[in-house]
């Protein structure tokens, strides 16, 4: 069988069809990635839930309460990573995303289940202090909804699969690089 790693169109093609997979797929080890962000008092970092993945638009879309820390980030630099990491196949897939803001789409709310609408409605805010856990409230709200799109700037690929190990980077043109 052939190797995605021996060309850099395939393996452009290739973790393309694996980030899609992870949006497809909640078992998927690419669906649960890492968003890191520039916030205000320095990097923060938290696992998202990946919610599609366009090859053809550079795009990525990962799905958020308003009123969240990652937001506010973004707000202020909108410049954030995408860390991907599938233990089974060892590789290492880095997103250097560009975000934009997709506020209370209604077509995208039609698609979210009912018990991930639980995670847009939480009362009081993500964040707040509250005096113990039962005390939080949760009310599905669209308001609270949003899709932040990531413009896919550079894909920085490392295979451990591979003796030696293999990476490139697509910054949208493909290039070795020693690991
Ligand atoms: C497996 C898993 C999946 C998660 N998926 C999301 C998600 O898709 N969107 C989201 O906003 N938070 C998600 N979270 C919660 C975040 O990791 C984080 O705790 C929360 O969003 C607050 O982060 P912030 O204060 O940095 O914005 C998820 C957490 C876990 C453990």
């Given at each position: 069988m052939s190797d995605p790693f021996d060309r850099l169109g395939t393996l452009e093609a290739h973790i393309w069809a694996r980030l899609a997979e992870g949006a497809a797929d909640a078992?998927?080890?690419?669906r649960f990635v890492t968003l890191a962000t520039i916030g205000a008092d320095g990097p923060e970092a938290r696992t998202v839930g990946l919610r599609r993945a366009d090859r053809a638009a550079r795009e990525v879309e990962v799905h958020s309460d308003l009123r969240t820390a990652k937001v506010r980030a973004l707000e202020g630099d909108p410049r954030a990573e995408i860390l991907c990491w599938g233990a089974a196949v060892q590789l290492q897939v880095r997103l250097r995303v560009r975000v934009t803001f997709l506020p209370a789409d209604p077509d995208r709310w039609a698609r979210v289940p009912d018990e991930a609408r639980l995670?847009?409605?939480?009362d009081p805010a993500p964040g707040t202090a509250i005096?113990?856990?039962?005390t939080l409230r949760r009310t599905p709200d669209i308001a609270r909804f949003v899709a932040l799109l990531g413009r896919v700037e550079r894909i920085d690929v490392v295979s451990l699969a591979h003796d030696p190990h293999r990476r490139a980077i697509f910054a949208p043109e493909g290039r070795w690089v020693a690991p």
């Open positions: 078992r998927d080890p690419f995670n847009y409605g939480t005096p113990a856990p039962e």
